[in-house]
């Protein structure tokens, strides 16, 4: 479906959890997430609901995310109800890896098409600086299950932050060189509690790649791979490519063609502004499918053109984990 400015929607990003087991310093940092109260998560059938709804108004891509989608005991019964919708034609999902060395075949045969695994370097210490877990080598596990299972193709997120990973990049994007992999380096979004370390530590794209063709060499532009948003790059002999995801220097906004649902049941139109639109009521009437569809409509129409962080005004209701990466 169309917006008001002409872009095309048909993405959605689910959030099916708020709950993560690790504590990004940028996400869910040790301690604040605790203490709140936790928000009551939808059901299978409610998500199934919701995402028929979507389907209605022309949405055909899906990505689970959350906090961490895996966390949830019945993902795969949300995977399988999901990839089963006629008009569903592509089912993904974000995740930081710690359970894929159980759950990446489930997943591929539930219908899941493939993974986004979130690793921010490849130094032990630094993950744990950033995680606050020792995680590393549970995560690498992770993204070999993933490829074993077919998952591909395997992109791996990396967040830069400034002081724990901006020269850890050199190391992540040489992965390319031996991987098909796609390494995809992201800017730091101030969101919720954690916005002030976010602008305390944020590195531009233009810095990461600068990095990376010092050590590496220049990258040169591939051409645009079906389906393809964003630019993607290689270097010399590389087997995989490298992306630079960069909202806060080069916002991408007039040619943003998604919307999210929140782990609490709610349409969220930007990422990057807190208007949001409850499902509830739309669940609980007698035609859900039907009424869903019609505010999910509605509310597209009414999606902003794009951000106010050139203006300073940054999202404080929540942190990334509970929106949906
Ligand atoms: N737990 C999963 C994971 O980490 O991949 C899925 C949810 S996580 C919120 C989705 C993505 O958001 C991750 O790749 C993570 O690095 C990214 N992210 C979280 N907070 C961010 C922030 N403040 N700025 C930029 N990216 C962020
Ligand atoms: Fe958890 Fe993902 Fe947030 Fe890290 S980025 S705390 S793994 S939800």
């Known amino acids: 479906m169309e917006d008001r400015f002409g872009r095309v929607i048909n993405y959605l990003r689910f959030s099916v959890t708020d709950r993560c087991n690790l504590r990004c310093r940028y996400c869910m940092p040790e301690g604040k997430d605790e203490r709140k109260p936790r928000a009551r998560l939808l059901t299978?059938?409610?998500?199934?609901?919701?995402?028929?709804?979507?389907?209605?108004?022309?949405?055909?891509?899906?990505?689970?995310?959350?906090?961490?989608?895996?966390?949830?005991?019945?993902?795969?019964?949300?995977?399988?109800?999901?990839?089963?919708?006629?008009?569903?034609?592509?089912?993904?999902?974000?995740?930081?890896?710690?359970?894929?060395?159980?759950?990446?075949?489930?997943?591929?045969?539930?219908?899941?098409?493939?993974?986004?695994?979130?690793?921010?370097?490849?130094?032990?210490?630094?993950?744990?600086?950033?995680?606050?877990?020792?995680?590393?080598?549970?995560?690498?596990?992770?993204?070999?299950?993933?490829?074993?299972?077919?998952?591909?193709?395997?992109?791996?997120?990396?967040?830069?932050?400034?002081?724990?990973?901006?020269?850890?990049?050199?190391?992540?994007?040489?992965?390319?060189?031996?991987?098909?992999?796609?390494?995809?380096?992201i800017e730091l979004m101030p969101l919720g509690e954690?916005?002030?370390?976010?602008?305390?530590?944020?590195?531009?794209?233009?810095?990461?790649?600068?990095?990376?063709?010092?050590?590496?060499?220049?990258?040169?532009?591939?051409?645009?791979?079906?389906?393809?948003?964003?630019?993607?790059?290689?270097?010399?002999?590389?087997?995989?490519?490298l992306e630079f995801i960069s909202p806060v220097s080069h916002a991408y906004c007039h040619r943003c063609n998604h919307i999210r649902v929140t782990a609490d049941g709610r349409i969220r139109l930007c990422l990057l502004r807190d208007d949001e639109w409850s499902l509830h009521e739309g669940l609980r009437s007698c035609d859900p499918v039907g009424t869903l569809a019609e505010l999910f409509s509605y509310a597209i129409q009414c999606k902003p053109h794009g951000s106010q962080l050139a203006q300073g005004i940054f999202p404080t209701s929540r942190p990334m984990a509970g929106i949906g990466g």
Not at 64 to 71: A, F, K, R, S
Not at 109 to 119: D, F, M, P, T, Y
Not at 215 to 231: N, R
């Open 44 to 185: 299978v059938s409610e998500i199934e609901k919701v995402v028929r709804a979507a389907v209605q108004v022309g949405i055909r891509k899906i990505r689970l995310t959350g906090g961490e989608p895996t966390l949830r005991s019945d993902i795969l019964e949300i995977v399988h109800r999901l990839s089963s919708i006629p008009g569903v034609e592509e089912l993904v999902m974000t995740t930081n890896a710690m359970r894929l060395t159980q759950l990446a075949v489930p997943l591929r045969e539930a219908g899941l098409c493939r993974v986004n695994i979130h690793l921010d370097s490849l130094d032990g210490a630094h993950v744990r600086a950033l995680t606050g877990k020792d995680c590393l080598n549970r995560v690498w596990d992770g993204i070999v299950a993933a490829e074993q299972a077919g998952l591909l193709p395997i992109k791996l997120n990396v967040v830069v932050v400034r002081g724990y990973n901006e020269c850890d990049v050199v190391e992540m994007a040489r992965l390319t060189l031996r991987y098909p992999w796609q390494v995809r380096f």
């Open 194 to 241: 954690p916005a002030h370390f976010a602008m305390g530590h944020y590195v531009a794209s233009q810095e990461t790649r600068m990095r990376i063709e010092a050590m590496l060499g220049p990258l040169t532009a591939e051409p645009a791979h079906e389906g393809d948003v964003d630019i993607s790059y290689r270097l010399a002999g590389a087997k995989g490519r």
